[in-house]
């Protein structure tokens, strides 16, 4: 049998594979990237095997979710006039008692159905009504601030706003966020963030009403009803930028 003579186009022997080729040839991870791809790997799995708080929250039934919102909710209020020293002291007057009752009530009905709408189950249907809905829900406390309270004054002069409007902004931006916490929404749904920032608008103005003794209208209006659309605006700007 003959030798076999090796081709002279092919320097690098019988293998068919020529110096460049082998160049070509992509390298092997090293043992520092192996490890840090079985790093990865693991985080991931570990991720998709233990869910967060909020997905253990969100797969709760949805009146237990109500139910967990609503204390929320009661908490914040409570805590919110603790902070702010306290209820306004002319409560203990039959006649604001009577007064204060049915926008109280309104807000109270109004904050709980909002509640009840940002947290419907995921097998109900969207909420429907576009711009309409959600217009007319963030100006519901607004209407509200309207309504005629003892001794309101029409004329009188402006009331120092900054405070009344800050702390009210606070307790509603804490509630609308505690809401959507318990929320099944999605970005399109526009519609659920409404009703989460009319609810902390209507929380908002309920905090304001207990500890704020103001009666003019003006103040009322601007630092007591525009909670829910300044909030409701915020979320707005922020849905659009998550885009």
């Known amino acids: 049998m003959s030798e076999l003579t090796p081709d002279p186009r092919n320097p690098a022997g019988s293998s068919g594979i020529s110096e460049p080729m082998v160049d070509k040839l992509p390298e092997l991870p090293s043992d520092d990237e192996v490890m840090d791809m079985e790093s990865m790997l693991a985080d991931l799995h570990a991720q998709t095997e233990s869910p967060g708080l909020r997905e253990r929250v969100l797969s709760l039934p949805t009146p237990v979710r109500v139910g967990l919102a609503a204390l929320a909710v009661g908490g914040t209020t409570a805590a919110a006039l603790t902070v702010s020293s306290g209820i306004r002291g002319d409560l203990g007057d039959s006649e604001v008692l009577r007064g204060m009752a049915l926008p109280a009530a309104l807000a109270a009905i109004a904050a709980a159905i909002s509640l009840a709408m940002s947290l419907r189950g995921p097998d109900r249907p969207p909420l429907r009504g576009g711009w309409a809905l959600a217009l007319g829900a963030l100006l519901s406390p607004l209407l509200i601030s309207l309504i005629p309270v003892p001794g309101m004054d029409t004329h009188g002069a402006l009331k120092p706003i900054v405070g009344c409007f800050s702390m009210g902004s606070v307790v509603a931006l804490a509630t609308a966020g505690g809401i959507l916490f318990f929320s099944r929404w999605v970005r399109k749904d526009r519609n659920t963030l409404a ?49």
């Open 195 to 243: 009703m989460a920032a009319t609810a902390g608008g209507l929380v908002g103005l309920l905090v304001q009403q207990l500890h704020c003794a103001a009666n003019d209208l003006t103040h009322l209006l601007s630092a007591h009803g525009l909670l829910a659309l300044v909030i409701g605006g915020l979320f707005g700007v922020g849905a659009m930028l998550r885009r």
